[in-house]
């Protein structure tokens, strides 16, 4: 699957799934995993880690050392790694680990949740970062519900991102969104090696060809593992329009 998407000029970002390890023992097999999976992945790719695969609930300093050891071996193979966003109570943690990796590997990424009325303030901050910017999947107090709101917070991290210094990761399906991205690169003198295209695997995949065709780069994530269904349903609550890309893009291969 990794290798049909780089030979059509797409990049990858990969995603062990499962979350919310509760025992140590089972925090190191994740790290096993990602450690595993780096060795079958082309130098350029991307991981996509959750903080509580590796121990998040359980202590900050053991994820920090979990993400420190994938962080090592995914730069001696020139892979970066991006943590992801989780539930609203682990996102101090999350910033918090990621700000303390960012001193000894300046590559490693992080996600920000537009739907989250704090996310413009996260953005501001990241200033330099590699930052995948997606609309979210979760629910949390005060948060934005309506999704007029959550694509107005995104455009407007959208252009702190793209006029600041930060290299945006622009994680979403919705061609309004993508048609304000192409435009708020061109307002910030950004080459199409400034900025990234993110996308689900199996949807709009006609759409990823297109934008890489052009010359845009594109990243194609790509979820693997047994923990699938509690994926799929977040997948599905964020946006159920994804659905409908999703069952044209296999009605389309048939």
Same mark, same amino acid.
């Given at each position: 699957?990794?290798?049909?998407?780089?030979?059509?000029?797409?990049?990858?970002?990969?995603?062990?799934?499962?979350?919310?390890?509760?025992?140590?023992?089972?925090?190191?097999?994740?790290?096993?995993?990602?450690?595993?999976?780096? @060795?079958?992945?082309?130098?350029?790719?991307?991981?996509?880690?959750?903080?509580?695969?590796?121990?998040?609930?359980?202590? !900050?300093?053991?994820?920090?050392?979990?993400?420190?050891?994938?962080?090592?071996?995914?730069?001696?193979?020139?892979?970066?790694?991006?943590?992801?966003?989780?539930?609203?109570?682990?996102?101090?943690?999350?910033?918090?680990? %990621?700000?303390?990796?960012?001193?000894?590997? $300046?590559?490693?990424?992080?996600?920000?949740?537009?739907?989250?009325?704090?996310?413009?303030?996260?953005?501001?901050?990241?200033?330099?970062?590699?930052?995948?910017?997606?609309?979210?999947?979760?629910?949390?107090?005060?948060?934005?519900?309506?999704?007029? @709101?959550?694509?107005?917070? &995104?455009?407007?991290?959208?252009?702190?991102?793209?006029?600041?210094?930060?290299?945006?990761?622009?994680?979403?399906? @919705? $061609?309004?969104?993508?048609?304000?991205?192409?435009?708020?690169?061109?307002?910030?003198?950004?080459?199409?090696?400034?900025?990234?295209?993110?996308?689900? &695997?199996?949807?709009? $995949?006609?759409? !990823?060809?297109?934008?890489?065709?052009?010359?845009? !780069?594109?990243?194609?994530?790509?979820? &693997?593992?047994? @923990?699938? &269904?509690?994926?799929?349903?977040?997948?599905?609550?964020?946006? $159920?329009?994804?659905?409908?890309?999703?069952?044209?893009?296999?009605?389309?291969? %048939?």
């Amino acid at each position: 699957m990794v290798g049909e998407l780089t030979r059509h000029g797409l990049l990858v970002s990969v995603d062990h799934l499962g979350e919310e390890i509760t025992d140590e023992a089972a925090a190191r097999q994740s790290v096993g995993h990602y450690l595993e999976l780096l @060795d079958l992945l082309p130098a350029g790719a991307d991981v996509s880690v959750k903080l509580t695969a590796l121990g998040l609930r359980l202590s !900050q300093r053991l994820a920090l050392g979990n993400a420190e050891t994938i962080c090592a071996a995914a730069g001696e193979r020139g892979i970066t790694v991006t943590l992801d966003a989780e539930e609203h109570d682990t996102i101090p943690g999350l910033h918090a680990v %990621h700000a303390d990796l960012r001193r000894r590997h $300046p590559d490693v990424g992080v996600v920000v949740q537009s739907y989250l009325p704090d996310s413009i303030d996260r953005c501001e901050k990241l200033g330099g970062a590699r930052v995948r910017l997606c609309k979210g999947a979760y629910t949390a107090p005060g948060a934005y519900t309506k999704p007029a @709101d959550i694509d107005r917070s &995104y455009v407007r991290c959208l252009k702190v991102l793209m006029a600041g210094t930060a290299y945006p990761m622009v994680a979403t399906h @919705d $061609p309004r969104l993508l048609r304000i991205a192409a435009a708020l690169a061109e307002l910030a003198g950004r080459d199409a090696t400034g900025f990234e295209y993110q996308m689900l &695997y199996g949807i709009r $995949p006609d759409e !990823q060809l297109r934008l890489a065709g052009q010359g845009s !780069q594109v990243r194609v994530y790509v979820p &693997y593992g047994s @923990d699938w &269904y509690p994926y799929l349903m977040r997948r599905m609550a964020e946006r $159920p329009r994804n659905l409908t890309f999703f069952l044209r893009s296999l009605l389309s291969r %048939h």
